[in-house]
């Protein structure tokens, strides 16, 4: 007869205290996810991405642009995006739990994490209101845009983002996000 396995349930504690050994772990409804340090391409859409948006946060006043590093932590879970935007938070410096939630989410995809972030980290930003989130591939050079309550769509040409608060919507070429 076989017994189903059973997975490990990680804590934000444990979490905290694996080493720092140039891996990206991730906590989402406590399954562990661990990420080898990213590729140059990966960085260099990243870079290219943060140059269009940084203009645009600011002239709209929307936040800030934040990279790796900077997570997101709700309902026992923390996140590490590949770019966010928010508002920085006002008053009393404190850590990750009570940031203001962002605005933009963005995952450049790799081989390592496709699975999960259409899957585990796709639904964790549904539940915890992010109002969007990009899924940025470089193989077939386009972006998936995710909305909740809204079809996906999948920007090839042209990707337009409308954030809340914006006086005008955003346009930005994709090629440009691939350094083409």
């Not at 269009?52 to 879970?77: F, H, M, Q, T």
């Not at 009393?92 to 995952?107: F, Q, S």
């Not at 309550?149 to 955003?170: H, V």
Request: proline fraction near 9%.
């Amino acid at each position: 007869m076989h017994m189903a396995t059973r997975t490990k349930r990680w804590t934000l504690a444990e979490l905290h205290s694996l080493p720092d050994d140039g891996n990206k772990y991730e906590l989402v409804r406590g399954e562990l996810f661990v990420t080898p340090p990213p590729t140059e391409e990966h960085e260099t859409i990243l870079a290219l991405l943060s140059r269009i948006l940084e203009p645009y946060v600011a002239a709209n006043d929307l936040g800030l642009v934040y990279r790796p590093r900077a997570v997101v932590r709700r309902k026992g879970s923390e996140v590490e995006p590949d770019l966010m935007v928010r508002r920085p938070r006002t008053g009393k410096r404190r850590d990750w739990t009570n940031a203001p939630l962002p605005i933009l989410l963005v995952e450049v995809l790799s081989g390592s994490t496709r699975r999960r972030d259409f899957g585990p980290k796709r639904d964790f930003y549904v539940d915890i209101g992010i109002p969007e989130y990009w899924i940025v591939d470089p193989d077939g050079m386009e972006i998936h845009v995710l909305r909740p309550g809204c079809e996906d769509e999948l920007a090839t040409d042209r990707l337009i983002w409308t954030p809340a608060g914006a006086k005008a919507p955003l346009t930005i070429e994709v090629r440009e996000v691939f350094g083409r």
